[in-house]
């Protein structure tokens, strides 16, 4: 079972950018694809965006073109890069990981994921 590990969430002021990692702890992040999710206070936890195994990459509308998500398979590890950040982008984000689905939409959905991170806090001030 896949343990995920998110970093680099915090307090920052709008405008301004910042950028998520998350790490797989066993060397097989090529078997999955990954997909971010946040949640704010009060709220259900929302797609935001998500990359297959070979690289297709899915954005929610509220951050396209604002927000790129990448992997680096060598380090395990797969990254969340928020440009132009408001105060409504303040949530806990979640990586997820989950195995390979015949479409690629269905990485939009939160069933999709087998396997979630403990989720890293982004706070961002007006």
């Known amino acids: 079972q896949v343990q995920l590990v998110e970093t680099g969430g915090r307090l920052v002021q709008a405008g301004n950018s910042l950028t998520l990692s998350c790490r797989a702890s066993?060397?097989?992040?090529?078997?999955?694809?990954m997909g971010w999710f946040r949640q704010a206070p009060g709220k259900e936890r929302e797609f935001v965006a998500a990359?297959?195994?070979?690289?297709?990459?899915l954005y929610a509308d509220p951050v396209k073109g604002r927000f790129t998500t990448s992997r680096d398979i060598s380090r395990d590890t797969g990254y969340l890069v928020l440009h132009n950040l408001t105060p409504d982008d303040t949530g806990v984000y979640y990586c997820?990981?989950?195995?390979?689905?015949?479409?690629?939409?269905?990485?939009?959905?939160?069933?999709?994921?087998?396997?979630w991170g403990q989720g890293t806090q982004v706070t961002v001030s007006s």
């Open positions: 066993d060397g097989t992040w090529n078997m999955y694809a």
């Open positions: 997820a990981a989950a195995e390979p689905k015949a479409a690629a939409t269905t990485y939009r959905r939160l069933a999709a994921y087998e396997y």
């Open positions: 990359i297959s195994r070979n690289g297709l990459q």
